[in-house]
């Protein structure tokens, strides 16, 4: 076997230096890239998944839109945007001879650029008033659903009280109102 001259030897270790000194700055180099496509791939996996919540909030929508009959839920809610709707319960009200005992809040979601307020209405008065309100509130142009209705007789009189749990749908403006 033949050994190499020492000068051969020093040359070889001279030229390698700057060859591990390159591996080592492109090493150095290409981490921060490798993170950032990492965190642009994570990023893109979250925005496809909103996206696709944001998809299925709009089939509810069209659904919903379908259920009470327009032909979008959108455009029907933005119809019935210029009224407050606790003013518009409490017109309905006034509007059916009712006495009212109760007119609150329950609880309001957003979903699609809809928000859905539920409401607690309780009123007092005849069997007439009480359908008189119902139907005032079915037909008017603000979307508007009864999701449940329990008429009882009044405990301290010889009317009836209504329970009525009615929720109002409004259209979401951009800037959250």
Known sequence: MRVLPRRILIFIALATLPLLAGVAIDLGSTQPRIDRVRALNDRRVELFERAEVQR????EAEQLARCIGV????????ASADEDPVAFLAAAIDDAGLERLELATQTSTEAAKIRRSRYAVRVRGSYAKIVSFIRT????PEVVTVDALTITPALDSDQLEGRIDVSVFEAVMGDGS
């Open 56 to 59: 299925s909030l709009e089939r």
């Open 71 to 78: 032909a979008a839920l959108d455009s029907a809610v933005a």
């Open 137 to 140: 509130v079915e037909q008017a």
